[in-house]
């Protein structure tokens, strides 16, 4: 069966550091993966998503990034955190119906 | 632009009882919505979903949803609440892309 695995569970940074959280999905192969964020009080909102390896697409303008080095990884980081990036990370996976996703515990990030 | 409003951002309800989640959502074409439950420390749990058909759907965990068209509505009920049930619930609309668009969330919280 599926899972997916998201590292660390929570992470306290200091704002103007970097920041890198993974995403990795076992038991599929070429899975549509995504990068939300969840901020105090609000729905998740798509940060990024990927269709394939060194495919990633970006749907709001930020201080994140994500890359794609492997078929099941996702990788979001910053080079400098700021404060207001502090949240709820959750990646997701899909396979052949992108609107059935499939989430990770998430990451609970606290930039002080 | 599609969106999703969840007008309750807290609710308490005794075991037992009845529970009604409220979702208002706006969108151009024919909505894909979902609800999702979060509980405390865990990813997102995708209870039910609507594409088309039968405007009431049955989910997971002995919860339903009604689309209502007429009201753009996507309302999640369950007739008895289990104290299992205190969670953050999630109202998302999707577009035929596959992304995503979640509401702010409910919080549950299920009394003795």
């Known amino acids: 069966s599926q899972t997916i695995h998201q590292w660390p569970a929570t992470l306290v940074q200091p704002v103007g550091s970097p920041l890198s959280l993974e995403c990795t999905v076992e038991g599929t192969s070429n899975p549509n993966l995504y990068w939300y964020r969840q901020a105090a009080g609000r729905g998740l909102q798509l940060l990024f998503y990927s269709i394939g390896i060194d495919q990633i697409s970006s749907e709001v303008p930020q201080n994140l990034s994500a890359s794609r080095p492997q078929d099941r990884q996702f990788i979001l980081s910053s080079k400098k955190l700021l404060l207001s990036d502090s949240g709820f990370y959750l990646c997701?996976?899909?396979?052949?119906?992108?609107?059935?996703?499939?989430f990770g515990a998430g990451t609970r990030l606290s930039v002080l | 632009a599609q969106s999703v409003t969840q007008p309750d951002i807290h609710i308490t309800v005794s075991e037992g009882a009845s529970l009604e989640l409220r979702c208002n959502y706006s969108y151009g074409a024919t909505p894909y919505l979902f609800w999702y439950v979060q509980s405390p420390g865990q990813g997102l749990q995708l209870l039910l979903k609507?594409?088309?058909?039968?405007?009431l759907v049955q989910g997971i965990k002995g919860f339903e949803a009604e689309f209502k068209r007429s009201q753009s509505s996507f309302n999640l009920r369950k007739p008895s609440v289990h104290w299992s049930d205190a969670a953050e619930y999630f109202c998302a609309v999707g577009d035929s892309w596959g992304k995503l668009q979640f509401g702010a969330g409910t919080q549950v919280v299920v009394t003795p």
């Open positions: 609507y594409f088309s058909g039968d405007t």
């Open positions: 997701a996976w899909s396979e052949t119906d992108p609107l059935i996703q499939y």
